[in-house]
């Protein structure tokens, strides 16, 4: 099987698509547009897209998935400021004095993602 598509609930999906489109750089669906109840960021091959589904039911507790995101462009803390300047939240703060660990967010509707260290702090 080959996995196609993240799928988010969200109370409004082409909001939360445009936010997640300036995160990845990805595109949205060339016919999603406001209002709809299914919006679609493409991925680049072979990266499943994210999928963004309209629910009646707000978020109410921990997200049971969430996405791991590894820098390649900026550092950890770079991208942390880009994110939070595209309307993401600090959750939970796990950087420690020696340089590692990661950052725990929340995107527009609240569900929770991290940031690790860049690649190049990896030494990647």
Request: glycine content about 8%; proline content about 7%.
């Amino acid at each position: 099987m080959i996995l196609r598509h993240v799928t988010v609930d969200s109370a409004e999906p082409y909001e939360l698509a445009r936010f997640w489109s300036a995160v990845t750089g990805w595109p949205l669906g060339d016919d999603d547009k406001p209002g709809d109840d299914e919006v679609l960021i493409e991925a680049p091959t072979p990266v499943p897209g994210l999928l963004f589904i309209r629910v009646p039911e707000a978020k109410t507790a921990k997200n049971r998935v969430h996405f791991d995101w590894m820098p390649d462009e900026r550092t950890r803390d770079e991208e942390v400021d880009r994110l939070t300047a595209l309307g993401a939240k600090l959750f939970e703060d796990h950087r420690t004095s020696d340089g590692l660990g990661w950052v725990t967010m929340q995107d527009p509707e609240g569900n929770e993602f991290c940031v690790e260290r860049s690649t190049s702090e990896r030494g990647l």
